[in-house]
Nanobody
Framework: QVQLVESGGGLVQAGGSLRLSCAASGRTFSPYGMGWFRQAPGKEREFVAA????????YYADSVKGRFSISRDNAKNSVYLQMNMLKPEDTAVYYC??????????????????WGQGTQVTVSS
């Protein structure tokens, strides 16, 4: 079993920045891919960003491209999401997720096996 714990969420003004972290523990088998998703009230969970095991490939949703950056530190079993130029529409619960397909970018929730509990990000206007 794998446990994922997110941190770094909070309240920020529009235009500000936050850095989310996700730490993995348990039976983590390499190579694995990581992704960030978010879910706003009344909406479905949506893809934000993903990164392959080697960090050789990253992919972003159009809505965050140029503002968010995903990275990982395999030695620490951690993945990060740097969020800049935040907008009120970025307000959501952010989840990290792990997939056993470490060499492929996956954007669907069904491709991920393990999920964190989520961290709230609120952007005020």
């Amino acid at each position: 079993q794998v446990q994922l714990v997110e941190s770094g969420g909070g309240l920020v003004q529009a235009g500000g920045s936050l850095r989310l972290s996700c730490a993995a523990s348990g039976r983590t088998f390499s190579p694995y891919g990581m992704g960030w998703f978010r879910q706003a009230p009344g909406k479905e969970r949506e893809f934000v960003a993903a990164i392959t095991w080697s960090s050789g490939s990253t992919y972003y949703a159009d809505s965050v491209k140029g503002r968010f950056s995903i990275s990982r530190d395999n030695a620490k079993n951690s993945v990060y999401l740097q969020m800049n130029m935040l907008k009120p529409e970025d307000t959501a619960v952010y989840y990290c997720a792990q997939t056993p397909y470490g060499r492929t970018i996956l954007t669907l929730t069904s491709g991920y096996t393990y999920w964190g509990q989520g961290t709230q990000v609120t952007v005020s206007s």
